[in-house]
């Protein structure tokens, strides 16, 4: 991999993470056309996505200041709540990276009639929450933190958004638009960091690459920046009720995707 198409595949990993159109699917796409290796996919996928884990982690410094501060009394206070939340949006997915990995792991076999029909899920998903009148601005409850983390569990599947699916879900349950992004993006911390440690583990991510330094940290420094911006953006877009345009995004280059097959 050189630095140009690290370059590239940065920039696509930090739009398309926090962008409701599926990272992982356009990043796969980009490997397909740049023709990568297949043996520099993973080390850099890794690091890529430890690039927008951290772009994350600035964006919301300070909820994730006082959620850690607040959230470790451990005395019922709207902090640990809060934490408990995340937590248990969490378990879905984990359930599924922990028993069903290698199940999930076989869909992703470069089918563009599986990536194509999950990009039009997506974008009905995006559509329903964007015609469904406008809840009460609710708070996000227990249960709907756990129909939230199964609609984040659905997004290992190719093709689907994971933030466009736990965002639009959130807004269908007629959570308030703000908080549902806030929760979107502060939710997938635990998930990413923990699939990343699965494969540091599994020693899958390290044996036998030969993708260079330069290349890692170009593509890090590029998806770190972009993301930064399109997470910011994206908070901007959910608040004004935009996703329609996403949704026509994701309806369009489904139907190509299928066709093409």
């Known amino acids: 991999m050189t630095v140009t198409e690290a370059l590239i595949l940065g920039t696509l990993q930090g739009l398309t993470e926090f962008l409701p159109v599926s990272s992982s699917g356009h990043l796969e796409l980009g490997n397909h056309l740049l023709h990568t290796p297949p043996g520099e996919n993973l080390p850099f996928a890794l690091t890529v996505h430890a690039a927008t884990v951290l ?3 600035v964006v919301f410094r300070k909820d994730l200041a006082t959620l850690i501060t607040g959230g470790l009394k451990f005395n019922g206070n709207p902090e640990s709540r809060y934490l408990g939340k995340l937590l ?4 879905p997915v984990g359930i599924i990276g922990l028993f069903f990995r290698d199940r999930v792991e076989s869909l992703f076999t470069g089918s563009m009639i599986v990536v194509g029909c999950c990009l039009l899920v997506t974008a009905a998903l995006l559509a329903f929450a964007h015609f469904r009148k406008k809840g009460h ?7 709907h933190s756990l129909v939230i983390g199964v609609a984040q569990a659905m997004a290992v599947l190719p093709g689907i958004s994971r933030s466009g699916a736990t965002i639009a879900t959130g807004l269908i349950l007629g959570n308030d638009r703000q908080e549902v992004a806030r929760f979107s993006f502060l939710m997938v911390l635990l998930p990413i960091l923990g699939a990343n440690l699965l494969d540091l583990l599994r020693q899958e991510a390290l044996s036998g690459q030969n993708i260079t330094a330069w290349p890692l940290i170009a593509g890090f420094l590029t998806a770190f920046t972009v993301g930064v911006l399109a997470c910011s953006w994206m908070i901007r877009i959910v608040n004004r009720g935009k996703l329609i345009y996403f949704a026509l995004y994701c309806l369009l280059i489904g139907v190509i995707a299928i066709f093409a097959a």
Do not use: H
Request: charged share 5%.
């Open 137 to 143: 601005g609710m708070e996000i409850s227990w249960l």
């Open 88 to 91: 248990l949006s969490a378990v």
């Open 55 to 57: 772009s994350t982690i």
